[in-house]
């Protein structure tokens, strides 16, 4: 189709206040690190329909706007004096708009397909590549009108949350109508706050909190691998489960027990894990996006940390769900500190028990329109066990390449996917052969079915026998 596009770009200035240098916040540190370990983008990619009746020169007039009215995406990084990573915020500048102008004789649905294959593109394309700053945004322009428009963020600057609000001013996403808080905490403000010594205080107990999780770990959750360190594109490799059933039955569990899905499934997966590794107790990450904190709700940035959690997998699949609530709870409200004194820590305990641990296992519940849709679903007539197994034959599992180097051995994505358990898991083929990931997913269906309609499933972790580790850093 290449030849019946025509490439352009729309220079576009802005200018806008905040300019100045600030420190990284803590969860800019986080994101860094997540992207030194993995080289992984993590960038937030997406496309859209754009309003009817808006043209190119309209795009970038939002663009402008955009780019003046929020000093996040006006950021650059560098260094500071001390050689340490510093956000710079630029007072005006100029950003390129990329135009594709589809051929008359193409078809509207062309200029869509176009845009829905450019944003994944650009999910993993370096924004530095292409752009100083930490957006870039692409137009497809039909018969004189733009109709789609795909837009990638860096995580540096925000998170998903923060796309969202950004999209508003768009009049794009699933935030358009809500309210902004215009005085939002800017992200440079949010980083030069976090050195204050009240900032300091939420660390030190969140550091008494992590401690008590990190002191007993094993050097990886699910052992030793035979390889020294993972190869990029060789031992992590990405599958995707999608299961009717699983929903229907994580539905009827939190009818049953009265409560929301979020811990159900946080439940129902952690004993799929036990039942297939024999890993238990089981101490991972979930994502805490920690803009419950006062001040933070409406901030355009990157406030994403990651929370932990040990979970006691023997018992009956209600007993995990229990702890889970609470679990769950109490990691999110230690989920913001700063990563540097998470890390001395981590260095002082491993000192101390003699080798270095670390976490391997994450479950990230990504849910955001779907999540609220599925705990509202609890109050509508209930499925029977039969119509849920009924559904079993359209459950859905496929493949896909293998990927960068990874930070995690099992990492669990719960995807923003309607009416359904939709799973991404990455997980490390040196760990995890395919037969065993495929039968983990498949146990997470079944756990929830079970679960379903009885108090007393039992979990069916069988704990593996206890490693000795010796030795010194």
């Given at each position: 189709?290449?030849?019946?596009?025509?490439?352009?770009?729309?220079?576009?200035?802005?200018?806008?206040?905040?300019?100045?240098?600030?420190?990284?916040?803590?969860?800019?540190?986080?994101?860094?690190?997540?992207?030194?370990?993995?080289?992984?983008?993590?960038?937030?990619?997406?496309?859209?329909?754009?309003?009817?009746?808006?043209?190119?020169?309209?795009?970038?007039?939002?663009?402008?706007?955009?780019?003046?009215?929020?000093?996040?995406?006006?950021?650059?990084?560098?260094?500071?004096?001390?050689?340490?990573?510093?956000?710079?915020?630029?007072?005006?500048?100029?950003?390129?708009?990329?135009?594709?102008?589809?051929?008359?004789?193409?078809?509207?649905?062309?200029?869509?397909?176009?845009?829905?294959?450019?944003?994944?593109?650009?999910?993993?394309?370096?924004?530095?590549?292409?752009?100083?700053?930490?957006?870039?945004?692409?137009?497809m322009q039909y018969r004189g009108e733009a109709v789609y428009l795909v837009l990638?963020?860096?995580?540096?600057?925000?998170?998903?949350?923060?796309?969202?609000?950004?999209?508003?001013?768009?009049?794009?996403?699933?935030?358009?109508?809500?309210?902004?808080?215009?005085?939002?905490?800017?992200?440079?403000?949010?980083?030069?706050?976090?050195?204050?010594?009240?900032?300091?205080?939420?660390?030190?107990?969140?550091?008494?909190?992590?401690?008590?999780?990190?002191?007993?770990?094993?050097?990886?959750?699910?052992?030793?691998?035979?390889?020294?360190?993972?190869?990029?594109?060789?031992?992590?490799?990405?599958?995707?489960?999608?299961?009717?059933?699983?929903?229907?039955?994580?539905?009827?569990?939190?009818?049953?027990?009265?409560?929301?899905?979020?811990p159900v499934l946080l439940a129902v997966i952690a004993t799929a894990i036990a039942?297939?590794?024999?890993?238990?107790?089981?101490?991972?990450?979930?994502?805490?996006?920690?803009?419950?904190?006062?001040?933070?709700?409406?901030?355009?940035?990157?406030?994403?940390?990651?929370?932990?959690?040990?979970?006691?997998?023997?018992?009956?699949?209600?007993?995990?769900?229990?702890?889970?609530?609470?679990?769950?709870?109490?990691?999110?409200?230690?989920?913001?500190?700063?990563?540097?004194?998470?890390?001395?820590?981590?260095?002082?305990?491993?000192?101390?028990?003699?080798?270095?641990?670390?976490?391997?296992?994450?479950?990230?519940?990504?849910?955001?329109?779907?999540?609220?849709?599925?705990?509202?679903?609890?109050?509508?007539?209930?499925?029977?066990?039969?119509?849920?197994?009924?559904?079993?034959?359209?459950?859905?599992?496929?493949?896909?390449?293998?990927?960068?180097?990874?930070?995690?051995?099992?990492?669990?994505?719960?995807?923003?996917?309607?009416?359904?358990?939709?799973?991404?898991?990455?997980?490390?083929?040196?760990?995890?052969?395919?037969?065993?990931?495929?039968?983990?997913?498949?146990?997470?269906?079944?756990?929830?079915?079970?679960?379903?309609?009885?108090?007393?499933?039992?979990?069916?972790?069988?704990?593996?026998?206890?490693?000795?580790?010796?030795g010194s850093r």
């Amino acid at each position: 189709m290449g030849e019946r596009i025509v490439h352009d770009r729309v220079a576009v200035p802005f200018s806008g206040p905040g300019a100045g240098t600030a420190p990284l916040s803590w969860g800019q540190r986080a994101i860094l690190q997540d992207m030194r370990n993995s080289d992984w983008t993590y960038n937030i990619s997406g496309a859209h329909h754009v309003p009817e009746g808006l043209t190119v020169a309209d795009v970038a007039e939002r663009l402008g706007r955009l780019m003046s009215k929020h000093p996040a995406l006006r950021t650059r990084f560098g260094t500071d004096e001390d050689g340490k990573p510093c956000q710079v915020v630029h007072g005006s500048g100029e950003i390129e708009l990329e135009v594709m102008t589809f051929a008359d004789h193409l078809d509207r649905t062309d200029a869509v397909d176009h845009g829905n294959r450019l944003w994944l593109k650009w999910m993993a394309t370096p924004l530095e590549e292409h752009t100083p700053w930490p957006l870039r945004m692409g137009v497809m322009q039909y018969r004189g009108e733009a109709v789609y428009l795909v837009l990638t963020l860096g995580h540096m600057v925000v998170d998903g949350v923060g796309g969202l609000l950004l999209m508003t001013d768009l009049d794009l996403g699933e935030l358009v109508g809500r309210p902004v808080d215009p005085d939002a905490v800017r992200l440079a403000d949010l980083a030069r706050w976090e050195a204050t010594p009240q900032a300091r205080r939420i660390s030190d107990r969140a550091m008494r909190y992590w401690e008590g999780h990190l002191r007993s770990l094993p050097p990886l959750t699910f052992g030793e691998s035979g390889a020294p360190d993972y190869e990029a594109g060789r031992r992590c490799r990405n599958v995707r489960f999608q299961s009717r059933a699983t929903y229907l039955a994580v539905v009827e569990i939190a009818r049953r027990i009265r409560t929301d899905t979020g811990p159900v499934l946080l439940a129902v997966i952690a004993t799929a894990i036990a039942r297939t590794t024999g890993v238990t107790p089981l101490t991972l990450h979930v994502a805490s996006g920690n803009r419950y904190r006062p001040g933070l709700a409406d901030v355009i940035g990157s406030v994403v940390q990651n929370a932990v959690l040990t979970l006691d997998l023997d018992g009956t699949v209600d007993d995990v769900i229990a702890q889970a609530r609470r679990a769950t709870t109490s990691a999110l409200m230690h989920s913001y500190y700063d990563p540097d004194q998470l890390a001395e820590l981590a260095e002082r305990l491993d000192a101390e028990r003699g080798y270095p641990a670390r976490i391997t296992c994450r479950i990230n519940d990504r849910r955001f329109s779907t999540r609220t849709r599925a705990d509202a679903v609890v109050g509508a007539p209930p499925s029977t066990e039969d119509e849920i197994r009924a559904r079993q034959p359209e459950t859905y599992l496929k493949w896909h390449k293998f990927v960068y180097r990874w930070t995690d051995q099992l990492f669990v994505n719960i995807e923003d996917h309607a009416d359904t358990v939709h799973l991404q898991v990455v997980s490390d083929m040196d760990v995890f052969p395919p037969e065993q990931v495929e039968a983990l997913l498949h146990a997470v269906e079944e756990v929830a079915i079970e679960a379903a309609f009885h108090s007393d499933v039992p979990t069916g972790a069988a704990p593996r026998p206890a490693v000795t580790v010796t030795g010194s850093r």
